[in-house]
């Protein structure tokens, strides 16, 4: 069955430093795979997808993730983080025949100001 | 695009009290609908999820029970609450055309239970 993986629990970075969260998936042809994030008590918003095409993904708030097939990996990346995207980010992939998405353990970030 | 709306937004329950949580969607019709828990440092599971009106699947075994009894509401329940059941509950919903769709979120319930 399709899954992620969010190798990482918790990462801090410095305000205005780049930032990359990794994801990686497991499935056998090419996934769709999605990035949500979580701020603390609400619920998880859509940050990109990718369904197929080009490999670098644009999102919003700035971020962008990169699919890497002969890595396995669709990693999230922001230039330059912001203290307000200190939130949980979830890579997630579809499941149960598209019907059903799997999400990864998530990944908590901290920005130091 | 869809709306979830999800009420209450906090509760406190004593063990043994029913439940009753209620989803609505806005700006679809026939979404697939889904009710996530996440314990306190946990990821996301699966609770339930709903393709059609009357139409449930359950993903857990456990002590609550879900309902769809209009295209746009679904609502989570249980007869007698454990304390394991505080949480966070997140509805969620997708378009029913197609596959591998993304979902759309609600704000969460917080639910104690004491």
């Known amino acids: ?113 | 695009s869809q709306t979830i709306h999800q009420w209450p937004a906090t509760l406190v329950q004593p063990v043994g009290s029913p439940l009753s949580l209620e989803c609505t969607v806005e700006g679809t019709s026939n979404p697939n609908l889904y009710w996530y828990r996440q314990a306190a440092g946990r990821g996301l599971q699966l609770l339930f999820y709903s393709v059609g009106i009357g139409q449930i699947s359950s993903e857990v075994p456990q002590n609550l029970s879900a309902s769809r009894p209009q295209d746009r509401q679904f609502i989570l329940s249980s007869k007698k609450l454990l304390l394991s059941d505080s949480g966070f509950y997140l509805c969620a919903g997708s378009p029913r055309t197609g596959v591998n769709n993304e979902q759309f979120f609600g704000p969460g319930t917080r639910l104690t239970v004491l």
């Open chain 1, 1 to 113: 069955a399709q899954s992620v993986t969010q190798p990482d629990i918790h990462i801090t970075v410095s305000e205005g430093a780049s930032l990359e969260l990794r994801c990686n998936y497991s499935y056998g042809a090419t996934p769709y795979l999605f990035w949500y994030v979580q701020s603390p008590g609400q619920g998880l918003q859509l940050l990109l997808k990718y369904f197929s095409g080009d490999t670098l993904v644009q999102g919003i708030k700035g971020f962008e993730a990169e699919f890497k097939r002969s890595q396995s990996s669709f990693n999230l990346r922001k230039p330059s983080v912001h203290w307000s995207d200190a939130a949980e980010y979830f890579c997630a992939v579809p499941t149960g025949g598209g019907n059903k998405l799997t999400f990864g353990t998530g990944t908590q970030l901290k920005v130091e100001l």
